[in-house]
């Protein structure tokens, strides 16, 4: 169950660029450092982990932007608290962050993301 999912700022501002280009946030990442809390003025996950970042799977209607992402964790076991998507496989602009109850995970567990985020444009 998801605690607090926040756009970021520079988020934000760059959805509403990349949908008029057709560029899309679809890179999904997660992490171990959700204790710190989601906050807009995030750039980056705390500690973000198996990277390069999946991609997972849009769908869109009305101005409701949902990505599917199933991530599967490598040998290293984890407590991942803290997920977020991206422009990028690595690196780009993070357009929002989640942070979570830890979830403990081992080799070939599997964990499903799913990120329904409503649009509203600012006038």
Known sequence: MVD???FTDAGATAVWAAIDTGDVYKYVGVGTG???GADETHTSL?????????VGVLS????VLTVV???TCGATPRLIDEAGIFSASTGGTMLCEATFTEI????????????????????
Do not use: C, H, M, Y
């Not at 403990?104 to 799913?114: A, C, E, L």
């Open 60 to 63: 869109a209607s009305s101005q």
């Open 104 to 123: 403990s995970v081992v080799q070939n567990d599997t964990i499903q993301f799913t990120f329904n985020l409503t649009l509203n444009q600012a006038a």
């Open 69 to 71: 992402q199933t991530w």
């Open 34 to 36: 959700g204790e710190r």
């Open 4 to 6: 607090v999912v926040k």
């Open 46 to 54: 705390a500690t973000e982990v198996d990277t390069p970042r999946t």
